[in-house]
């Protein structure tokens, strides 16, 4: 009988070894792992001449002059205007006398403000030319007239 529990004491100290010498159990598990990536939105404007010189012009002619720019861009983007008058500092030529056409653009008589182009799609360089083109109304006075008209590239909506 001594040695029947002597025999199983010898074997659970043996298993109770084995189990030690083998370590903790390890459990494994993979992650799964993800990351996105973003560039912050970018958009420039260039503009080769940023001066349009119509030259000069009796009443009733016209008289024209070209830009060209660039837009480059990461996101969709639009282009607007905003423009004033024709001002020899005592008379005016209305700014509606003028019009532009030119790359992907129809010709449009200007206004005081509006969209050249909407939600243009990104672009490593969108090249374009756009001609002025002014009417000279017949009952203008003679004179140095200038306006300004400012040229704005946005994200599109």
Same mark, same amino acid.
Request: hydrophobic letters at 40%; one cysteine or more.
């Given at each position: 009988?001594?040695?029947?529990?002597?025999?199983?004491?010898?074997?659970?100290?043996? =298993?109770?070894?084995?189990?030690?010498?083998? =370590?903790?159990?390890?459990?494994?598990?993979?992650? +799964?792992?993800?990351?996105?990536?973003? +560039?912050?939105?970018?958009?420039?404007?260039?503009?080769?001449?940023?001066?349009?010189?119509?030259? *000069?012009? +009796?009443?009733?002619? &016209?008289?024209?002059? *070209?830009?060209? =720019?660039?837009?480059?861009?990461?996101?969709?983007?639009?282009?607007?205007?905003?423009?004033?008058? !024709?001002?020899? =500092?005592?008379?005016?030529?209305?700014?509606?006398?003028? $019009?532009?056409?030119?790359?992907?653009? *129809?010709?449009?008589?200007?206004?005081? +403000?509006?969209?050249?182009?909407?939600?243009?799609?990104?672009?490593?360089? !969108?090249? !374009?030319?756009? &001609? !002025?083109?002014?009417?000279?109304?017949?009952?203008?006075?003679?004179?140095?007239? $200038?306006? *300004?008209?400012?040229? &704005?590239?946005?994200?599109?909506?």
């Amino acid at each position: 009988m001594i040695r029947r529990r002597w025999l199983g004491a010898a074997l659970m100290a043996a =298993g109770l070894a084995l189990w030690f010498s083998c =370590g903790d159990p390890v459990w494994a598990e993979t992650l +799964q792992a993800s990351v996105t990536v973003t +560039q912050p939105p970018s958009i420039r404007l260039l503009l080769v001449d940023s001066e349009l010189n119509l030259g *000069s012009g +009796q009443p009733g002619a &016209t008289v024209s002059d *070209s830009i060209a =720019g660039t837009v480059v861009s990461n996101v969709a983007w639009k282009l607007t205007y905003t423009a004033r008058d !024709f001002s020899d =500092g005592t008379h005016t030529i209305p700014i509606s006398r003028v $019009t532009v056409d030119g790359t992907d653009l *129809s010709t449009t008589s200007l206004g005081y +403000q509006g969209v050249i182009y909407d939600n243009k799609q990104p672009a490593q360089a !969108f090249m !374009f030319q756009h &001609t !002025f083109s002014l009417s000279i109304p017949g009952d203008a006075e003679p004179g140095a007239y $200038t306006t *300004s008209i400012e040229y &704005t590239v946005t994200p599109a909506p």
